[in-house]
């Protein structure tokens, strides 16, 4: 026998000896690639994950987009991830297995979560520090579209805004999930004069919700001027650059501005260092002195820093249960947009990305896929191009 032989047959010995080769169960999910367009972002399989210490594993139901996550596609964030990795920062489930130490949930539980990164897959695991319990009446769409959106809008109403009857709010990106929550909650309180600033295709489905609404491609500060002479009390601004000095110039005495998103520099498919750098040159230095002397506050909100790199996760679990407490009252409901396939998440970004989203998107892995939303402008534009080069 050769030594190419003996080699051969003590390979097939060894894998006698080991036995059949232990099946490693897969789970569905979307990975982003590598920053740029929507056709970075794939639903694949990828090996399931399994619940470490004080974890829970969720069978994923529903998640939610959010325009977070078109920044993190084209790198547009301060630190961007590492690619490849699933998106996604939260979602709704049911419990599927729980790791040592867990005593708050149980298998069969239905919760939502907020992740830092991860959530589109239907199989997630995740601290159960940000892991809540649904109420029983809500289903995993609402759970889904519900945290990221009504966390944000509530902690700038009421914990940093100070909302109070008689007060004005200014909201940009009405049509969108933080711009209905918005709408929502200040509901909840007496003689709230709520504008908004949306495009024009979305104002005939939201114009009911809002006492005021403008085309914020027009001069909108000198229209809300004429509607609230004396300015506005808060100022919810989601889009930064030039946009946030005007958002400042419109508070009155004692107003505040706030600030949870900088979408302007989100301009096309892929990151432009000319609208980052725009949207920062934009805004005016911010001087105390002046705010001091005008009797102004600005401020910001960034959820996700404050529960994974703050540690206020107690803070939010407050928060949420807040909400839920609202939600059991019928004082909310998340308006969702539409429920879309992992596989057609190239489609349901192009539409946020485009503004058409009236409400959330969210994404279900036991959706059947639309293969015809699947097919973007610029899939159609690279097939163009492509049949033409054949010719």
């Not at 100022?235 to 930064?240: A, K, N, T, W, Y």
Request: charged share 25%; net charge negative.
């Amino acid at each position: 026998m050769s030594e190419a032989e003996n080699t051969a047959a003590n390979a097939s010995k060894a894998e006698e000896n080991q036995g059949p080769a232990e099946e490693v169960n897969e789970t569905r999910c979307v990975v982003l690639q590598g920053f740029g367009g929507v056709r970075m972002v794939k639903a694949v399989k990828r090996p399931q994950v399994s619940a470490a210490e004080e974890e829970v594993l969720i069978r994923v139901k529903a998640c939610g987009l959010s325009f977070l996550d078109l920044m993190v596609r084209q790198g547009a964030i301060e630190n961007p991830p590492r690619t490849p990795l699933v998106m996604g920062f939260e979602c709704a489930g049911e419990i599927m297995a729980v790791g040592e130490k867990v005593t708050d949930f149980a298998v069969g539980d239905r919760v939502i979560a907020l992740t830092d990164y991860n959530a589109w897959s239907e199989v997630v695991a995740v601290p159960t520090k940000h892991v809540y319990r649904m109420p029983s009446t809500m289903g995993f769409q609402d759970g889904a579209a519900l945290p990221m959106n009504y966390i944000t809008a509530y902690v700038m109403l009421f914990e940093m805004g100070g909302l109070a009857p008689g007060h004005s709010v200014l909201v940009h990106s009405a049509g969108g999930g933080v711009g209905h929550a918005v709408s929502q909650l200040c509901q909840t309180v007496d003689d709230i004069t709520l504008i908004g600033t949306a495009s024009q295709i979305k104002h005939e489905a939201i114009k009911d919700k809002f006492a005021h609404l403008f085309d914020h491609t027009a001069d909108y500060v000198q229209e809300i001027r004429k509607v609230s002479p004396e300015g506005i009390d808060l100022v919810l601004d989601s889009l930064c650059g030039e946009d946030a000095n005007r958002g400042v110039s419109l508070l009155k005495p004692m107003g505040r501005y706030l600030l949870y998103g900088s979408s302007n520099i989100v301009t096309g498919e892929t990151k432009s260092f000319f609208s980052v750098a725009k949207s920062w040159w934009q805004v005016d230095k911010v001087s105390p002195i002046k705010l001091y002397d005008e009797n102004k506050s600005i401020g910001g909100f960034n959820l996700r820093h404050l529960l994974f790199k703050q540690g206020r996760h107690a803070y939010v679990r407050s928060i949420m249960n807040k909400l839920f407490n609202m939600y059991n009252q019928g004082k909310i409901r998340p308006t969702v947009d539409s429920v879309l396939a992992f596989e057609d998440i190239s489609a349901a970004m192009q539409k946020m990305h485009d503004r058409k989203n009236i409400g959330k998107i969210i994404l279900d892995p036991t959706a059947v896929p639309n293969q015809n939303s699947t097919e973007t402008e610029a899939d159609k534009k690279c097939t163009e191009e492509n049949a033409e080069h054949s010719q």
